[in-house]
């Protein structure tokens, strides 16, 4: 079993920046991001496997950026320029393999909370 700790979540104003941290109890896992806001379905950010390679969703380009220590095991995302449709719970996942878009990760953290206020 992994253990993911998720951090850095909160209540901002639009334009302002957060920095989420996930924190797996266990190494050599691919782990990602994922999050959902009210209303709507789960949907994918950012993954990093442990070897470095990257994938993310077209709307974190220009505004979020990610990165993995895997001395520490941990998955970073920085977001910028945060907007209200920012909103969401933002939840860590974590698998073995490759990068997998949709929801199959064997490992979920409890989830951050993100506010954008207008």
């Known amino acids: 079993q992994v253990q993911l700790v998720e951090s850095g979540g909160g209540l901002v104003q639009a334009g302002d920046s957060l920095r989420l941290s996930c924190t797996a109890s266990?190494?050599?896992?691919?782990m990602a991001w994922f999050r959902q806001a009210p209303g709507k379905e789960r949907e994918f950010v950012a993954a990093?496997?442990?070897?470095?390679?990257?994938r993310s969703a077209d709307f974190v380009k220009g505004r979020f950026t990610f990165s993995r220590d895997n001395a520490k095991n941990t998955l970073y995302l920085q977001m910028n320029s945060l907007k209200p449709e920012d909103t969401a719970v933002y939840y860590c996942?974590?698998?073995?393999?490759?990068?997998?878009?949709?929801?199959?990760?064997?490992?979920w953290g409890q989830g951050t909370q993100v506010t954008v206020s207008s």
């Open positions: 996942a974590a698998g073995r393999g490759t990068i997998q878009l949709g929801r199959a990760y064997d490992y």
């Open positions: 266990a190494s050599d896992y691919t």
């Open positions: 990093v496997t442990w070897g470095g390679t990257t």
